[in-house]
């Protein structure tokens, strides 16, 4: 099974909404995909359902061969604080920490010894090049760094798949590049399987593979040809 | 998550809006204050009138006309005419009743007194020559009246310090005369500085031959009260008894309830002055506790609104991780934090206010009056506190807890 399998997944919201109606893919580990459509072709709620923020009315999801329901709700808790990392267009850092804290917060609910906190961070800011911000409070940053502060706190607690939801959409093209160099280089250099939602072609294109919605159905699965690489002069 | 980051995460949760949390926790300052204030002067109230009535000993009883109070809001008829010379001459026959010692007959009333153009009102007390052996208070200077002095009439007075003082200033008293009601008295002695006894101040009193007082101040033939001193401790109470009966038996009463006397030994006035106080502090604290009712759904309502502001944080926490119990723990621990900070801000000013109250109430009812701090009154007040954060803050942190992560992607 692969790492991430999703079979005929339905989701209904008692409003009557079909949000998602028989979606079927399974993606890899270590693969980057973008997941496309417009807006109410059901992309975030799949989303959601693949990082167990939801679960669907019909089908069946696993991820690393298991489903939501094998998990108790504490358990689920854990399963994404230590193997999933979620990136959002709005960044939801805590504005009046610092970025040493927001990137720090998962490793508070995690069983992860206290001692180790600090070179984890670090290791993290690093990471998305963002050391010299280490200890800025999260809203006098710009907007790409605040991207940057938000997925540094996806991969401090080592996630093995990161979710990012339009995480270009509230940014300038020039901070948004930044963001996809950085996506791009967790992939490839440290091996991170990404899912990505995106409704700009463009961004899209960073990615190995592209999925694309429409009315809760996946209208094409294909590879990317020509893929397209952010410049290396954007990060610091 | 552990405790100290649930703790921390709580503090600071609260620090990003200081001024509406110091605002919320009004209502529990006032509250956990009131309850220190009503506490501590209830309690200095107590201790007070209770070391008055020890100062006339345990071995006294009091016996007074009227029926007995039965609570706050029940006099007793101050103006019944009850105990008469008859009463005092039984009491005193030891074949009626065994086991008195000393008795006095008490007469009391306020009036003006002069010595050339010094003038000042004084409580004259009109006793038996026994008196000062009852109270256990000789004069510092002069001596007392004598049996003769009672059953002659005589015009003599012993006075209180303070009268001393105010009639007379430094110079000597004994020997001079003075007036009590236009009347002229010759000054016997001058009491040393006693304060409160009982229910009056021995420095503010003059004290006559209750037959004098009697005749020539007050003119009737009754008592306000007969202070009986018992030979031994361990018999008052059976002594009250017989007493009761033969007035009773002198007065043609049948029935008890019917009573128009009753007699109070020192246990028995403690119960009831604490009975009284009790009661009021009860009353008084009831009254605190519905402003920490109110204080506590300040803070329900606050930490709703708190709750829902915050739900893209809660719901980021929750999918970076947090359970619902690390979500849980964070909010009840907010309002717990601000309830328990309310609380000893609470204990701190309630602590100063009655030292405070304590220090006017020393210059205007009594010297005697001591500060009290009621440790009893402060752990309580934690305590309350605490609980007041506990089930004010349950609903709202449940709500909190129960938030979808979803809501957290959803961008407005």
């Known amino acids: 099974m692969a790492f991430i399998e999703a079979k005929n997944l339905e989701k209904n919201y008692p409003d009557g909404t079909q949000a998602l109606q028989g979606i079927s893919l399974s993606i890899n580990k270590g693969e980057f995909t973008a997941i496309m459509g417009p807006s109410g072709s059901g992309k975030s709620t799949l989303l959601h359902i693949l990082g167990f923020l939801d679960i669907q009315t019909k089908g069946e999801y696993h991820f690393e061969g298991k489903t939501i329901s094998d998990y108790k709700t504490d358990e689920i808790a854990r399963v994404r604080n230590e193997k999933m990392g979620f990136i959002f267009q709005a960044f939801n850092l805590l504005p009046k920490s610092t970025v040493f804290e927001n990137v720090q917060l998962p490793l508070l609910y995690s069983g992860v010894k206290e001692s180790l906190w600090r070179e984890m961070t670090i290791k993290a800011i690093e990471a998305v090049g963002l050391s010299h911000r280490i200890n800025h409070e999260s809203s006098k940053l710009s907007g790409g760094e605040k991207q940057r502060a938000a997925i540094a706190r996806a991969l401090v607690n080592n996630a093995e798949v990161i979710f990012a939801d339009e995480p270009t959409g509230n940014l300038d093209s020039k901070s948004g590049q930044m963001i996809m160099k950085t996506i791009q280089k967790l992939n490839e250099e440290k091996g991170y399987t990404v899912i990505l939602i995106t409704h700009e072609t463009y961004t899209a294109e960073h990615a190995q593979r592209i999925i694309r919605l429409r009315d809760g159905k996946i209208e094409s699965d294909e590879l990317v040809n020509g893929r397209r690489r952010a410049g290396d002069n954007f990060i610091k | 998550m552990i405790l100290k980051h649930s703790f921390t995460t709580a503090l600071k949760g609260l620090k990003n809006h200081q001024s509406r949390s110091i605002l919320t926790i009004l209502g529990i300052v006032i509250g956990i204050t009131a309850i220190i204030l009503v506490m501590s002067i209830g309690q200095g109230a107590q201790d007070l009138i209770l070391q008055q009535i020890k100062g006339l000993g345990s071995q006294t009883i009091i016996i007074e006309p009227g029926r007995e109070p039965e609570g706050p809001s029940s006099f007793t008829e101050i103006f019944t005419d009850s105990l008469k010379q008859k009463d005092v001459d039984m009491l005193k026959n030891p074949e009626r009743i065994q086991g008195i010692k000393n008795l006095t007959p008490i007469v009391v009333q306020i009036v003006n007194t002069a010595y050339e153009n010094n003038t000042t009102r004084a409580t004259v007390l009109g006793a038996s020559e026994l008196l000062a052996e009852i109270l256990e208070i000789y004069p510092l200077q002069g001596t007392t009246f004598s049996e003769d002095d009672v059953k002659q009439r005589a015009n003599v007075a012993v006075l209180g310090s303070e009268i001393k003082r105010k009639l007379f200033g430094p110079s000597d008293a004994v020997g001079e005369k003075i007036k009590i009601k236009g009347k002229t008295f010759r000054v016997l002695g001058v009491l040393p500085p006693k304060g409160q006894v009982s229910l009056f101040n021995v420095d503010e009193t003059i004290t006559i031959p209750y037959t004098t007082a009697q005749q020539y101040l007050i003119g009737t ?5 007969i202070i009986v001193q018992v030979e031994n401790e361990k018999e008052i109470d059976s002594i009250k008894n017989n007493i009761e009966q033969a007035l009773r038996e002198s007065h043609n009463i049948q029935d008890p309830s019917k009573d128009d006397f009753h007699a109070m030994t020192q246990a028995d006035v403690a119960s009831r002055v604490s009975n009284v106080t009790g009661i009021l502090t009860v009353l008084l604290l009831s009254v605190a506790a519905i402003s920490l009712v109110v204080g506590g759904i300040g803070i329900m309502n606050i930490m709703l609104v708190s709750v829902f502001e915050r739900t893209r944080e809660i719901g980021l926490r929750k999918s970076i991780g947090a359970t619902e119990k690390d979500i849980l723990v964070q909010f009840l621990l907010e309002s717990i934090i601000l309830t328990v900070i309310g609380g000893i801000a609470g204990i701190i000013l309630g602590a100063l206010l009655s030292f405070a109250t304590s220090l006017i109430l020393t210059k205007v009812v009594s010297s005697g009056w001591v500060f009290v701090f009621p440790v009893s009154a402060a752990l309580l007040g934690i305590g309350v ?28």
């Open chain 2, 221 to 225: 033939n009754f008592f306000n009260s």
């Open chain 2, 385 to 412: 506190a605490t609980m007041v954060g506990l089930i004010f803050g349950l609903y709202p942190a449940r709500q909190a807890s129960l938030k979808s992560p979803i809501e957290a992607l959803r961008y407005e």
